[in-house]
C-alpha cells in the first residue's frame, strides 16, 4: 500500500513562477523527505523534515509539515526550466520497532517549468 | 549516483529465464534496497538487506531473491523472469543509525522481459 498520495499529478508552469507540490500520508512518520528525479535517473535526496518540525527552508525549497492533517507541501520558489523533473516524498515510520532505514514512497508529481 | 552502481544498465531477456541485477557501493553503508518503478505505481520496495546475510522481504518480493556476501555488494535474482517484472530497478543505500535516515540512489537497470 502506498503510505504517500501526491497531488497533483502533474504541473506544468512556467519559468520564474512558484510550484507547489503536496503530499498526504496515513501512518505516524519519524521524518518525511522529499526527492527529485530527472528523466531516466535515480533519484536524489532534497530535504528532510523530521515530525516535530513544522517548516524548513533550503535554497528555492520550502517544506512544511502538518502532522495532525498528516501532509506535507513542497514549494519551489522562482522555478527555472532546470527544475523540470520528477518529485517524491518519502516517509520514514515513526516510533515502534526498527526500521531498517526502510521509506515508502509516494507516486510523484511531474513538474515541467517552460522556458 | 556516486558511489552506487547498478549493473547492467539495460537487459532484455525472454521469459523464463534467470536475471540477476548487481548494485555496488564504495560508501561502505550497512543498508541496502533493491526497488522497482512502474508507472503509477512509485518506487516499491522489493527486498533490503541491513548487513552481510542480512536481507528480508519488502512490499513486492514475490519472484525475487536477493544476497549479499560482501557489504559492497547487493545482488537480485529474478529466479524465472515474467513478463510482469518488466521494471526500471533501482538500488539505494542509507546512512540509517547515522542519524539522517536518508536514501542515495543508482542510475538504474531497465529491464525488458519479452
Known amino acids: 500500500s502506498q503510505q504517500g498520495e501526491e497531488d497533483p499529478q502533474a504541473l506544468s508552469i512556467q519559468e520564474g513562477e512558484n510550484a507547489t507540490m503536496n503530499c498526504s500520508y496515513k501512518?505516524?512518520?519519524?521524518?518525511l523527505q522529499w526527492y527529485r528525479q530527472n528523466s531516466g535517473r535515480g533519484l536524489v535526496h532534497l530535504i528532510l523534515?523530521?515530525?516535530?518540525?513544522r517548516e524548513k527552508h533550503s535554497g528555492r525549497l520550502r517544506v512544511t509539515l502538518d502532522t495532525s492533517k498528516k501532509s506535507s507541501s513542497l514549494l519551489i520558489t522562482a522555478s527555472r526550466a532546470a527544475d523540470t523533473a520528477s518529485y517524491f516524498c518519502?516517509?520514514?515510520?515513526?516510533?515502534?520497532?526498527?526500521?531498517?532505514?526502510?521509506?515508502?514512497f509516494g507516486q510523484g508529481t511531474i513538474l515541467t517549468v517552460h522556458p | 549516483d556516486a558511489g552506487i552502481t547498478q549493473s547492467p544498465r539495460h537487459k532484455v531477456t525472454e521469459t523464463g529465464t534467470p536475471v540477476t541485477l548487481r548494485c555496488h557501493q564504495t560508501?561502505?553503508?550497512?543498508?541496502m534496497y533493491w526497488y522497482r518503478q512502474d508507472p503509477g505505481h512509485g518506487l516499491r520496495l522489493i527486498h533490503y538487506?541491513?548487513?552481510?546475510?542480512?536481507?528480508d522481504k519488502g512490499e513486492v518480493s514475490d519472484g525475487y531473491s536477493v544476497s549479499r556476501s560482501k557489504t559492497e555488494d547487493f545482488l537480485l535474482t529474478l529466479e524465472s523472469a515474467t513478463s510482469s517484472q518488466t521494471s526500471v530497478y533501482f538500488c539505494?543505500?542509507?546512512?540509517?543509525?547515522?542519524?539522517?535516515?536518508?536514501?542515495?540512489f543508482g542510475a538504474g537497470t531497465r529491464l525488458s522481459v519479452l
Open positions: 560508501e561502505n553503508h550497512r543498508y
Open positions: 538487506s541491513y548487513g552481510v546475510k542480512d536481507t
Open positions: 523534515i523530521r515530525s516535530n518540525e
Open positions: 539505494a543505500i542509507s546512512d540509517y543509525g547515522g542519524g539522517k535516515n536518508i536514501q542515495y
Open positions: 518519502a516517509t520514514a515510520p515513526g516510533a515502534g520497532g526498527t526500521s531498517y532505514g526502510k521509506l515508502t
Open positions: 501512518t505516524s512518520i519519524n521524518n
